[in-house]
Structures are given as structure tokens and as C-alpha cells.
């Protein structure tokens, strides 16, 4: 056995001291459980001290979420838009925000099937916009499948030799791969 009446669970990421070893992964959408949405998990988050990585489809912007929890670490989960002219418009806007990283998905140029949202005939809300896209992509997605608007803009054809030498070109913040691949 061994004494662990003085447990330290700190630990580090890219540098920045965080309580535990446990962060807050990227989640679209958290106004769909709270009306405070990702304000409060950025507030819970610092409160903690521990990671908020901020999804792209946040129903908060970026900078409402840095203004909430000003001391909070934070993270930009980013999806590689097609239009790089975009992505490089969310890079910017999150270190404006004083956002430390960018976590990119690579694995993901659509989403998979959800068949409960079928079943249950979801529609995200006509009020619940993603803060961090331009009005006009907010238009257009089709509500009943958010598939059919990802599938059309994220990049499904990032490589390490131009994309991601792009993305480092772009921005100092340190950049964080997410996903599965394969050969």
C-alpha cells in the first residue's frame, strides 16, 4: 500500500498548469442543455482550473466565451474549412480572444449517421445559431441535417505537406491534431 493522503493531481498542457488531468472536450451546441450554454462550461471550467476546448459550432461566440471566463484556459477546437479564407477568419478571431491553442479535427469531413436524431425527427432550434460561423453559413444550413451543411465546407482533404504547413504559417498558437486515421 501506499500513503496517498496528499494527492496532487496537477499536471501540464502545452506549458499551461491545469487541477487534473481532465479537460473539456469540443461540443457543439451546449445551449441545447442550458441557456447559458458554453458561458457556463468556460466558467466551470476556469472555476477548476482546468482545459475548455471551444468547438467551432459553439451556440456562444468565441469571444462571449473568453469574456466569461477571462482567466480560463481555452482552446479553439477548428475545423479546416474548404475556404481557408474562413478558417484563417476563426484563427485570428481566437487569438484576438487571447484563446492558447487550436485543437484541429482531421478525422472528420462529415458526420456519421445519427439515427436517434432521425428517430426523434430532431431540429436544432430555428433561434440556436453557431456564434462562431458567418450569418450568412447560418442561413443556409439545412437545420434537420447538420450533416449536409459540414459535409459541404470542412475540408476532407487535409495533409500534412500543404495544410498543415499552412496552419502553422497562420498563427504562434500551438496546434493540437484530433482524430483517428488510418494508412
Known amino acids: 500500500m501506499r500513503d496517498v493522503s496528499n494527492v496532487d493531481t496537477t499536471t501540464e498542457i502545452l506549458g499551461h498548469k491545469i487541477s487534473m488531468p ?7 451546441m451546449h445551449k441545447l442543455a442550458h441557456p447559458d ?4 462550461t468556460a466558467r466551470g471550467a476556469a472555476a477548476n482550473d ?9 451556440t456562444y461566440s468565441m469571444e462571449d466565451v473568453a469574456k466569461a471566463a ?5 482552446f479553439l477546437q477548428l475545423y479546416v474549412h474548404k475556404d ?3 478558417a484563417n477568419d476563426l484563427i485570428k478571431r481566437a487569438e484576438a480572444a487571447g484563446y492558447q491553442g487550436l485543437v484541429v479535427t482531421v478525422d472528420r469531413p462529415k458526420l ?5 436524431d432521425a428517430k426523434n425527427k430532431f431540429k436544432r432550434p430555428s433561434d440556436m445559431k453557431m456564434q462562431n460561423l458567418k450569418e450568412e453559413k447560418n442561413k443556409n444550413e439545412d437545420r434537420g441535417t447538420f450533416n449536409k451543411g459540414m459535409t459541404g465546407t470542412v475540408d476532407s482533404s487535409l495533409n500534412w505537406a500543404t495544410d498543415i504547413a499552412w496552419l502553422r504559417e497562420t498563427t504562434k498558437l500551438p496546434i493540437i491534431l484530433k482524430g483517428n486515421s488510418n494508412a
Request: proline share 6%.
Open 22 to 28: 481532465i479537460g473539456i472536450a469540443p461540443m457543439a
Open 37 to 40: 450554454g458554453e458561458l457556463a
Open 50 to 58: 482546468t482545459l475548455m476546448i471551444l468547438s467551432t459550432y459553439s
Open 70 to 74: 477571462p482567466n480560463g484556459l481555452r
Open 84 to 86: 481557408r479564407t474562413a
Open 112 to 116: 456519421g449517421r445519427r439515427i436517434a
